[in-house]
C-alpha cells in the first residue's frame, strides 16, 4: 500500500508559478513510477508528468515540457511539480499517482495502482 497527499494548491495569476507537492508513504517508493495527472470540470483525467523514483528519469507531457518540472526529495518520500507559466488552460484538479515502476504507458491513469485525493489549482486570467 501507498498513500499519497498532495498539497499546495491555489488561485494563481496567468503567467505566475505554482509549485505542488505529494507526501507518499507505505511501501519503498524505489518500485515505483510517480505521475502527475490533472483533471478540469467536464474532461478526461489528462498525464501530466511523471518520474522514475530509482534512476529519476523524467517524462512529461506535451502540452507542459518546458513549463512543468517534476523532482523529488527522497529523504521526504516527496514528489514536486513545479507549474511555471502557467495559463487559465491549467486549471484543473492536480493529483499525484504512483504505478509500478516497469509500466510503458505511463500516461494512461489505469496503469496506477494508488491516487492521492487531489489539490486545486486556479489561474486567473
Known amino acids: 500500500q501507498v498513500q499519497l497527499v498532495e498539497s499546495g494548491g491555489g488561485l494563481v495569476q496567468a503567467g505566475n508559478s505554482l509549485t505542488l507537492a505529494c507526501k507518499a508513504s507505505?511501501?519503498?517508493?524505489?518500485?515505483?513510477?510517480m505521475g502527475w495527472f490533472r483533471q478540469a470540470p467536464g474532461k478526461d483525467r489528462e498525464f501530466v508528468a511523471a518520474?522514475?523514483?530509482?534512476?529519476?528519469?523524467?517524462l512529461y507531457a506535451d502540452s507542459t515540457k518546458g513549463r512543468f518540472t517534476i523532482s523529488r526529495d527522497a529523504a521526504e518520500n516527496t514528489v514536486f511539480l513545479q507549474m511555471n507559466s502557467l495559463t487559465p488552460e491549467d486549471t484543473a484538479d492536480y493529483y499525484c499517482?504512483?504505478?509500478?515502476?516497469?509500466?510503458?504507458?505511463?500516461?494512461?491513469?489505469?496503469?496506477?495502482?494508488?491516487w492521492g485525493q487531489g489539490t486545486q489549482v486556479t489561474v486567473s486570467a
Open positions: 518520474l522514475t523514483w530509482r534512476n529519476y528519469r523524467r
Open positions: 499517482a504512483a504505478a509500478p515502476s516497469y509500466v510503458n504507458t505511463y500516461y494512461l491513469p489505469k496503469e496506477y495502482n494508488y
Open positions: 507505505g511501501q519503498i517508493l524505489s518500485s515505483y513510477l
